[in-house]
């Protein structure tokens, strides 16, 4: 259990609990929150995202870091994610070269397939193989979008 600070009371927080954590931002609907910490709730505290993971790491060395498509940090829990995932065209946008699903929610990233595959590893997760993009794979995900029989994975934010 860790102590985090909400936007008034302190909270318990169990660190198997946590399945990511990255700053917070505006969208997110509280000013003075700094962190959000994704679990059985989304919770935004006022903690640093740095504080933060470091918190959760000493006490669940299943905590991994990759980079998010704008630089920022994103942590997760490399028991909860399988990835690395391929990415069509239109996802590779805003810098995401790769991406991960994290308790069932796409997650893309700045990082390379391999980079997504050591660091599930590095934290005991058990990555996917690495994706081989070629000519015919690409094509194959595309007519699967335009049947809509592509993945429907939820994105996270």
Known sequence: MITLT???PQIQVGTRR???IRHAVPNDGNPKA???VDGVEP???IELPEFVASTVKANSPTLAKLSLPDGNPVWFNA?????PLRLVPSQKVSGALSALLISGKRQYVANTHDEVAEAIAAAGGSPLPIP???FLTTTLIF????RG?????????
């Open 43 to 45: 919770m935004l505290v």
């Open 79 to 83: 028991e909860n994610a399988s990835g």
């Open 6 to 8: 909400l936007a008034g």
């Open 132 to 134: 081989v993009d070629s």
């Open 18 to 20: 946590v399945t990511r």
């Open 34 to 36: 700094k962190t959000r």
């Open 149 to 157: 029989t592509a993945s429907t994975e939820k994105d996270w934010d």
């Open 143 to 146: 007519l699967r979008t335009l």
